[in-house]
């Protein structure tokens, strides 16, 4: 199998405010952003344009909203203000955006307060359950009046068709008015306490597994260890060393070039890259998965309901300034949203896809030599292995996923342990999550290499994927009358996302523990037909 990667040459420019100019060559110039949110911010009521994303503040509540819901009105302006660009919203004048819907089971989470609220303390979530649970009993209250003006309004309406007196027929007219009036009032508050719930109530986690241990990653436990440390009879170098005198790759010109924590690779390094990622594909296709490239870009709003965060002082995720798309993290995040607002069949379940994509990651707040080279960066390949499956299948599915990676790594010759990680280290989607960590002579120290992830339902209930189980009742005749009437109804689907291959960390990982002490490096051999034959990468000649 031949790969044709295309190359686009850019300059990115840093800036102190942490802008970053993406100049093509002979196209328009496109910004890239760091997304984060201001410390102040400014909806001034003569602007009728908002951030696709803008908080529903004070300004967006109605005046008689301000009375019915003063609860609302103060935990609302606690919030940072937002600053709102003209010039690049993408709302329509008419007004702000609504906030998208999650299928969220508010009934749940009232019904099992206590548990989700153990559960953010386990997680240490800054979710505010209380608010939560109070918007949405005002919510209920809210639809209640709403409902029974609609009911009022219809009644006079229906007066109306009949044979009224005059007088009586105007006092009906001024009736409808009034009731017409006081409902666009309630459903615009409707509109305003929905979208405040939404935004409070998506920050809540997923529900973790009753096995995972509580507490910081320090708590994590280890599942399995396979291997054991080579024994080395000649000094130890790190990947940098050995990739400076194997000339492999060149951070200095990538820092010119694009800035701190990129890197060129060169020479073998790159055959290297290309065999790791082939090799991987054909290992997990195998297994019954199907082979997918992405695109590199998504809409925000696929972001979000994945489960990450495309704005805030931490984010991992580069946003692109003056539209609504970012760039990827991992291909979790577009092969998530393949399905998104879609039924599937349950005869096409489970779909399993492996994905090769480039991700980018901020890396913000990462610092310390623990880091340097290719341990942590902000562009890298990797191949993501992803899940669709029926609920009551997926916690099968997570442990084939961390089976697949342990028997990759296994057969790269690696040593590594497979940990349980505990709640402290769960990212908002995870129910459960396996972290794979394997161990880098020159570094000294374990380093994460691979994970796997169950996030049941967290995922698909915020993009919309359901499956329709299949009756166990015997089919009708299939008539206008009769569609549809015994099929099930549509259920979410559970979602799994594993790293088959994060190619710098392997290549860290195979620098490091094939190094020779005649300064070479042997290719393990399940690689060597994926890279033209190459058994060993021995110093350049001068």
């Not at 507490?215 to 399995?224: F, L, P, Q």
């Not at 984010?315 to 291909?331: K, M, R």
């Not at 991700?359 to 191949?383: D, I, M, N, P, W």
């Amino acid at each position: 199998m031949i790969y044709f990667v295309q190359i686009v040459s850019f300059h990115l420019l840093l800036h102190q405010t942490h802008t970053m100019a993406l100049h093509i060559s002979l196209t328009t110039i496109q910004t890239l952003k760091l997304a984060s949110l201001p410390s102040t911010i400014h909806l001034s009521s003569s602007s009728s344009s908002s951030s696709p994303f803008a908080i529903c503040t004070r300004s967006t509540l109605s005046r008689a909203s301000a009375h019915r819901f003063p609860f609302l009105i103060k935990s609302l302006s606690s919030l940072p203000e937002i600053v709102v660009s003209t010039a690049t919203s993408s709302v329509d004048q008419a007004g702000v955006k609504p906030q998208w819907k999650a299928a969220i089971d508010f009934k749940s989470i009232l019904e099992n307060k206590s548990a989700v609220a153990e559960n953010l303390k386990n997680r240490s979530s800054g979710a505010n359950l209380e608010l939560v649970i109070e918007l949405y009993q005002k919510l209920l209250e809210l639809q209640k009046e709403v409902e029974d003006l609609r009911y009022e309004r219809n009644t006079v309406a229906n007066k109306m068709k009949g044979k009224v007196e005059p007088l009586e027929r105007q006092r009906l007219i001024e009736d409808g008015k009034n009731l017409k009036e006081k409902l666009v009032t309630l459903e615009e508050d409707l509109i305003n306490l929905t979208d405040a719930l939404q935004r409070e109530a998506q920050s809540i986690p997923n529900m973790t597994h009753p096995d995972v241990p509580i507490g910081g990653e320090d708590s994590s436990t280890i599942r399995k260890m396979v291997g054991t440390p080579r024994d080395f009879t000649f000094p130890i170098k790190d990947h940098l060393q050995i990739g400076k005198e194997l000339d492999l790759f060149d951070f200095d010109a990538a820092a010119e070039v694009s800035g701190s924590k990129f890197y060129y690779l060169k020479n073998e390094a790159v055959l290297l890259e290309m065999g790791l990622i082939n090799w991987t594909l054909s290992e997990v296709m195998k297994r019954g998965f199907t082979p997918l490239t992405t695109p590199e870009i998504a809409r925000s709003l696929v972001v979000e309901k994945c489960g990450f965060q495309p704005r805030g002082d931490n984010t991992q995720v580069y946003s692109i300034e003056g539209s609504d798309q970012c760039l990827i993290g991992t291909a979790e995040i577009p092969v998530g949203g393949m399905h998104m607002d879609s039924i599937l069949a349950d005869s096409s379940l489970p779909l399993k896809y492996v994905a090769f994509s480039h991700c980018f990651r901020t890396e913000a707040g990462a610092a310390g030599a623990a880091t340097r080279g290719l341990y942590r960066v902000h562009q890298f390949s990797k191949v993501e292995m992803f899940i669709l499956c029926r609920p009551e299948e997926s916690n099968a599915y997570h442990e084939e996923l961390i089976e697949i990676e342990e028997e990759l790594f296994s057969k790269l010759g690696l040593h590594f342990k497979t940990l349980d990680m505990a709640t402290g280290d769960l990212g908002a989607p995870a129910y459960r999550k396996y972290d794979i960590e394997a161990w880098m002579p020159g570094l000294g120290r374990y380093g994460e290499i691979s994970s796997a992830s169950n996030c049941t339902d967290y995922q698909s209930r915020r993009l919309g994927i359901r499956y329709r189980p299949e009756s166990s009742t015997s089919p009708t005749t299939n008539t206008k009358k009769n569609k549809g009437r015994n099929q099930s109804p549509p259920e979410f689907v559970h979602t799994l996302n594993a790293t088959a291959c994060a190619v710098p960390r392997m290549i860290v990982c195979l620098l490091e523990n094939y190094q020779q002490e005649n300064g070479s490096v042997v290719i393990p051999e399940p690689l060597r037909p994926f890279m033209g034959g190459i058994q060993v990468i021995s110093p350049k000649s001068n």
